[in-house]
């Protein structure tokens, strides 16, 4: 028998793939060749100030842990701040994306993270794991991705104590 497919949400961990026969049966275990991952997105409607030229910060309604900022910067943009707060574990990057998309930044020639304070993401990077492996950088990668473009190279270093990262972009 074949596998007719449809999209049934799991929680905030994307999505499986389903044979409808099983589905109307009641077995929910697909395959495990079958899961497909399906981007968490927050469904809230974040208000986003361009508080200086070219200056952005975005901060979602009733969740004042969730918070992104972000200035351009010779064609690329240095992100100050990317807290994801209550909403979907892995929303983070997908939230960057649509804020440089609503912003007229869509196509940045690099993502730089100056000052990273992320205590998982900063031990990461001391172990020697490469940026783009990293918390912040899955974020980075995600957002990237869903910009349509492509992570070409990571650099990474330590200016004034704190560590940093950055990823060059490619477009088709």
């Known amino acids: 028998m074949g596998w007719s497919v449809t999209r049934r949400s799991v929680a905030s961990r994307g ?25 968490a997105r927050s469904t809230a409607r974040p208000d986003i100030a361009e508080v200086a030229p070219g200056e952005f910060q975005r901060r979602w309604p009733g969740d004042p842990k969730a918070y992104i900022g972000f200035k351009t910067n010779a064609g690329g943009v240095d992100v100050s701040d990317l807290y994801r707060g209550g909403q979907p ?13 609503r912003t007229g930044n869509a196509r940045p020639s690099f993502i730089r993270l100056p000052q990273i304070v992320n205590e998982r993401t900063v031990a990461e990077l001391g172990a020697g794991m490469a940026p783009g492996q990293t918390l912040l950088g899955k974020s980075v990668t995600n957002a990237v991705s869903d910009l349509g473009g492509t992570i070409t190279s990571w650099t990474q270093g330590t200016a004034g104590g704190k560590r940093w990262m950055s990823a060059t972009i490619g477009w088709p």
Request: overall charge positive; aromatic content about 2%; charged content about 20%.
């Open 89 to 101: 574990s892995g929303s983070a990057g997908f939230s960057l994306a649509d804020m440089l998309k």
């Open 15 to 39: 999505a499986v793939l389903l044979d409808r026969a099983r589905a109307a049966k009641g077995d929910l275990a697909p395959p495990s060749n079958t899961a497909a991952k399906v981007p």
